[in-house]
């Protein structure tokens, strides 16, 4: 007897076209039985599931096959300069105190990080006619 979640769903399925044979129709208490075996099957592989959720674990039973892993498509790169001892981060994206990258489009906007926004050197920075922080080049 097969023991994947494909299998069942074969199972389940020629259940279905055996109840709805005119000529010879499938017992309606077997397939009640059937259909209950499926669900204590499916509520099985639930917990199967949690289990690997809460546990990390990288594999289960087989029961559910394991997905082919996605091949990561990485977004368009965009120039980056070396920015005071830290990675490489474009220049528009980092801190202009400290060099973290920025992550919030208002943080870009205004070329700080949460942290350095309040830093006294911060009030210091060149600003252009708009109170903005003049982006610095590299």
Known sequence: MAKKIDDLRDHLFETLAELRNKETPMDLDRARAIAEV?????ESAKVEVDFLKVTGAA???GF???AE???KTLPAATPARRIEGHQNV???EACMLCGIRLTTPLAIERGLCGSCSDRPEAKNLPKNGNGKVVARTA
């Open 38 to 42: 499926g669900k204590v099957i499916v």
């Open 59 to 61: 594999q289960g039973t």
């Open 64 to 66: 559910i096959p394991e």
């Open 69 to 71: 892993p996605k091949a």
């Open 90 to 92: 474009p220049i528009s």
